[in-house]
């Protein structure tokens, strides 16, 4: 019977407690929540690296890839970035005189 006590003992002892188990709990549902979360993320598009190299040709590249590969790239429209290249030449000429 001592045997016996003493294995319920033991086995005793590797219970956790209330807290424990909450917290395994807790950590268990971050788990599953965080797998979830994962799971249904989308994965960022896919991006071109490019070296520095010529705007004309760097341009064609853009094109090639697609109509909205350069709204992806500079997240505004190409006739736009004309407009702002306009802008900033115009500046530039009246400040370098």
């Known amino acids: ?3 016996k006590s003493s294995f ?3 086995i005793d002892l590797l219970d956790d407690s209330d807290e424990e188990k909450e ?3 807790d950590l268990l549902l971050a788990c599953v929540l965080v797998g979830k979360y994962l799971s ?3 994965e960022r598009p896919t991006f071109y690296i490019r070296k520095s190299m010529e705007w004309e040709r760097h341009n064609t590249e ?3 890839e697609g109509p909205q590969a350069f709204q992806k790239m500079y997240r505004m429209e190409y006739s ?3 407009k702002l290249c ?3 030449k115009s ?3 009246f400040t370098s005189d």
Do not use: G, H, P, Y
Request: glycine content about 0%; hydrophobic content about 45%; cysteine-free.
């Open 80 to 82: 736009n970035f004309l």
């Open 86 to 88: 306009t802008i900033i």
């Open 91 to 93: 500046r530039w000429i």
């Open 23 to 25: 917290a395994k709990k």
């Open 8 to 10: 319920s003992t033991a």
């Open 40 to 42: 249904n993320k989308e």
């Open 1 to 3: 019977m001592s045997l």
């Open 62 to 64: 853009l094109t090639s």
